[in-house]
């Protein structure tokens, strides 16, 4: 409900084809397991989608499919991490609860726009 909420109340801002893993859990280290993932970025969020062949950009729409799972990206943090995979454009983004994702495209120029995009949005984090 929170989700479908977001995404009916915020502003699209970036939808696409991303390789996806999330490496920590709260902190926790967790075993690598790549998979494409439809990662449509919403308000604050970072929403993430399985099945990427039912989920083309065009036919992609809120109400359609169940998110995977969705990253708060107040206060998080952004960085490249090629170091951190064999694979080549790579950044990890590590939320203020100690979730981290890697996120990769073989495509150079999308991976930039990625990470540009979420970097100029990543909100302060305001503690009430
Ligand atoms: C992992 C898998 C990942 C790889 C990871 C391996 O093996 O090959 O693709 O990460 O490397 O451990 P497994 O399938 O047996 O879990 P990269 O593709 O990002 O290099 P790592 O352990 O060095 O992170």
């Given at each position: 409900?929170?989700t479908?909420?977001?995404?009916?109340s915020?502003?699209l801002?970036?939808a696409?084809?991303?390789?996806k893993?999330?490496?920590?859990?709260?902190?926790?280290?967790?075993?690598k397991?790549?998979?494409?993932?439809?990662?449509?970025?919403?308000?604050n969020?970072l929403?993430?989608f399985k099945d990427?062949?039912?989920?083309t950009p065009?036919?992609?729409?809120?109400?359609?499919?169940r998110?995977e799972s969705s990253?708060?990206?107040?206060?998080?943090?952004?960085?490249?991490?090629?170091?951190l995979?064999?694979?080549?454009?790579?950044?990890?983004?590590?939320t203020?609860?100690?979730?981290e994702?890697?996120?990769?495209?073989?495509?150079d120029?999308?991976?930039?726009?990625?990470y540009?995009t979420?970097?100029?949005?990543?909100p302060p984090?305001?503690?009430?």
């Amino acid at each position: 409900i929170n989700t479908l909420y977001v995404m009916f109340s915020q502003e699209l801002e970036k939808a696409g084809l991303l390789n996806k893993t999330k490496i920590a859990e709260g902190g926790r280290k967790l075993r690598k397991s790549w998979s494409p993932s439809w990662v449509v970025l919403v308000g604050n969020s970072l929403v993430f989608f399985k099945d990427p062949k039912s989920q083309t950009p065009s036919s992609w729409r809120p109400g359609n499919s169940r998110p995977e799972s969705s990253v708060d990206l107040r206060g998080a943090q952004l960085h490249w991490a090629n170091d951190l995979s064999s694979k080549k454009n790579v950044f990890k983004l590590r939320t203020v609860t100690g979730n981290e994702f890697l996120l990769q495209s073989e495509t150079d120029s999308l991976i930039k726009e990625w990470y540009k995009t979420i970097q100029n949005i990543i909100p302060p984090l305001v503690l009430s």
